[in-house]
Nanobody
Framework: VQLQASGGGLVQAGGSLRLSCAAS???????MGWYRQVPGRQRDLVAT???????NYADSVKGRFIMYRDNAKNTVSLQMNSLKPEDTAVYYC???????????WGQGTLVTVSS
């Protein structure tokens, strides 16, 4: 499985960005997620969306970020609004196979929020 993330960049605080992730296979039964990592720190959950059910968000992004999935196009996206400097990180797309818990990662896309 290959995951191709895109959409990162430099934005001022208060601005918006939309990240996209395209999978090389069907995601219809997969749990999808976005994670982020600052150099020297662990990779943290941003949002996950199961094949059915509600999206889960980290407390730090609730009310600002929205995750979408499009099973027909095998894509997920992350709409990031009201960005803060502390949102600066490399953002990774994740696919998890529910019955095996095997996880796949995209290459990461850098988001930089300037103050």
């Amino acid at each position: 499985v290959q995951l191709q993330a895109s959409g990162g960049g430099l934005v001022q605080a208060g601005g918006s960005l939309r990240l996209s992730c395209a999978a090389s296979r069907s995601i219809i039964s997969m749990k999808m997620g976005w994670y982020r990592q600052v150099p020297g720190r662990q990779r943290d959950l941003v949002a996950t969306i199961p094949s059915e059910g509600s999206t889960n968000y980290a407390d730090s992004v609730k009310g600002r970020f929205i995750m979408y999935r499009d099973n027909a196009k095998n894509t997920v996206s992350l709409q990031m609004n009201s960005l803060k400097p502390e949102d600066t990180a490399v953002y990774y797309c994740n696919l998890e196979v529910p019955w095996s818990r095997r996880a796949y990662w995209g290459q990461g896309t850098l988001v930089t929020v300037s103050s």
